[in-house]
């Protein structure tokens, strides 16, 4: 039986204290539903303190609803999706993008997870063709599905070439928060004053049990939204205990706190692996995932004792995450376990 304490993903991390304690204080006595309580008035209200008043923030059960839902709401069946060859929309939500929006997802190769202008640029020339799908969204992730974070500027720029081209800059902010504090910005300083049109705003690795947000950036998008959830079957009837989590995630910074730990565990394993002859860092160590490559007979052993993903079987590289809750104890018992299985 592998050790319980998974490097596997932020995923399987509990949920913190105080966002139980807030479900818990939410738990008292009758309040309307589906959003229409306090809890969630006080979230919004959260939600617009960091991202700025004029935004539109709804709640969500998942980060696969947030993403489907949101882009959903911007497209036609016989427009596209232009992102990230790594993206969570691409490989990792069981093609419910597709089924859901219609549209057909491009994608582009990415050694760091990241897209640029020049490489969506292509993509344009079926503008116009009624052959052909038209663009209509440029989905990014930040922090990426490789632990990478994009620049202001380099959102800025995306931001920029979509709204020249009539398209739209969709961000999945799962990790959002381990950006930010990688970044040392505010929410606002990130994703607001960059131009992106539509965010899915991550809570559950950060220490929340469910629910995420999609944050509206241009209000105008928003219009009619409640109707795209409910058809997507995403609007949450106890909504105020999605609020009540968010509200404490929000509040004295727990958001950053957590994020940050994350990130300081992540870059403390990757420095105490990287010491070691037949372990190689192969992707810079910006928030809170570390990628490292491996003889795969030594990655067989650790796996006995610790759960993880191998990320590539054919380079022999592994992903290792940390998360609000791992302890410096924690990266000190894997290096042991790492060390013994490299023997
Ligand atoms: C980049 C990214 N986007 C979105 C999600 C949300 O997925 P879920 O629908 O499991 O909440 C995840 C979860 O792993 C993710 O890593």
New binding site residues.
């Given amino acids: 039986m592998p050790d319980l304490k998974s490097f596997a993903?932020d995923?399987n991390a509990p949920v913190h204290e105080a966002i139980f304690k807030a479900m818990q204080d939410a738990n008292i006595g009758d309040t309307i539903a589906y959003g229409d309580d306090l809890f969630t008035f006080e979230a919004e209200q959260k939600f617009k303190d960091l991202f700025g008043q004029d935004i539109k923030v709804f709640f969500v059960f998942?980060?696969?609803?947030a993403?489907v839902s949101g882009i959903a709401h911007l497209t036609h069946s016989y427009h596209s999706i232009v992102c990230a060859q790594t993206a969570?929309i691409h490989n990792?939500?069981c093609g419910a993008p597709e089924k859901f929006t219609g549209c057909k997802v491009l994608t582009i190769p990415s050694e760091d997870g990241k897209i640029r202008t020049s490489e969506i640029k292509p993509f344009l020339h079926s503008v116009g063709f009624q052959h052909h799908s038209q663009p209509k969204v440029i989905s990014i992730?930040q922090a990426t599905?490789l632990g990478t974070v994009y620049t202001p500027q380099e959102i800025s720029e995306l931001a920029r070439f979509a709204h020249q081209h009539e398209l739209f800059l969709h961000m999945?902010g799962?990790?959002i928060a381990n950006a930010a504090a990688h970044l040392g910005l505010s929410f606002s300083e990130m994703v607001s004053d960059t131009g992106v049109d539509l965010l899915?705003f991550?809570g559950?690795?950060n220490g929340i049990m469910l629910g995420?947000a999609v944050v509206f950036l241009n209000t105008e998008l928003a219009k009619a939204y409640e109707y795209t959830r409910k058809q997507s079957m995403q609007l949450a009837s106890k909504m105020r205990y999605i609020g009540a989590q968010f509200n404490a995630l929000l509040t004295n910074d727990l958001w950053l706190k957590n994020a940050r730990h994350a990130n300081e565990m992540a870059a403390m394993l990757a420095e105490k692996v990287a010491a070691f002859p037949g372990v190689k860092i192969t992707r810079p160590v910006q928030t809170n995932a570390v990628f490292a490559a491996m003889p795969p007979e030594a990655i067989e052993k650790l796996k006995r004792r610790y759960f993880f993903y191998v990320w590539n079987e054919q380079k022999h590289e592994v992903r290792w995450m940390t998360a609000f809750n791992t302890t410096e104890q924690d990266i000190e018992n894997f290096v042991k376990a790492l060390i013994e299985s490299l023997d």
Avoid: F, L, M, Y
């Fill in positions: 993903s995923n998942n980060g696969t609803g993403n969570h990792d939500e992730t599905e999945d799962a990790r899915s991550g559950t690795k995420e």
